[in-house]
Nanobody, 122 residues
Framework: QVQLVESGGGVVQAGGSLRLSCAASGRTFSSYAMGWFRQAPGKEREFVAAIRWSGSSTYHVDAVKGRFTISGDNAKTTAYLQMNSLKPEDTAVYYC???????????????WGQGTQVTVSS
C-alpha cells in the first residue's frame, strides 16, 4: 500500500504563486508515476499534470502550460506542483495520485491523496 501526503494548499491572491507537495511512502516500486488532478465544486475531476520517474517524462495540460510545472525531488519520492500566475478559475481541491505510468485518466491511478484546497482570491 502507498500513502500520499499532500501539503502546500491554501489561499492566495490572483497573480500569486503556490507550491504543492506530495510525498509517497510505503510499498512503492522502482517504476511509477505521480500526477495532479483538481476538482471544482459541481465539476468533474480534471487532470493537471503528471511525472514518470523513469525517464523523467512530464506532461501538462494546455490549460496550465506556462503557468504550472510538475517536478520531483532527487530521491524520486516527492512530486511538486509549482503554480504561478494563479487565476480565480484555478480554485479547486487538488489531488495527488500514484500509478504505473503517466496518464490523463483518473482511473489509471491506484492511490490518491486526501486532497488539498487551493483558493485563489480576486
Amino acid at each position: 500500500q502507498v500513502q500520499l501526503v499532500e501539503s502546500g494548499g491554501g489561499v492566495v491572491q490572483a497573480g500569486g504563486s503556490l507550491r504543492l507537495s506530495c510525498a509517497a511512502s510505503g510499498r512503492t516500486f522502482s517504476s511509477y508515476a505521480m500526477g495532479w488532478f483538481r476538482q471544482a465544486p459541481g465539476k468533474e475531476r480534471e487532470f493537471v499534470a503528471a511525472i514518470r520517474w523513469s525517464g523523467s517524462s512530464t506532461y501538462h495540460v494546455d490549460a496550465v502550460k506556462g503557468r504550472f510545472t510538475i517536478s520531483g525531488d532527487n530521491a524520486k519520492t516527492t512530486a511538486y506542483l509549482q503554480m504561478n500566475s494563479l487565476k480565480p478559475e484555478d480554485t479547486a481541491v487538488y489531488y495527488c495520485a500514484y500509478g504505473p505510468t503517466t496518464s490523463p485518466y483518473y482511473s489509471s491511478y491506484d492511490y490518491w491523496g486526501q486532497g488539498t484546497q487551493v483558493t485563489v482570491s480576486s
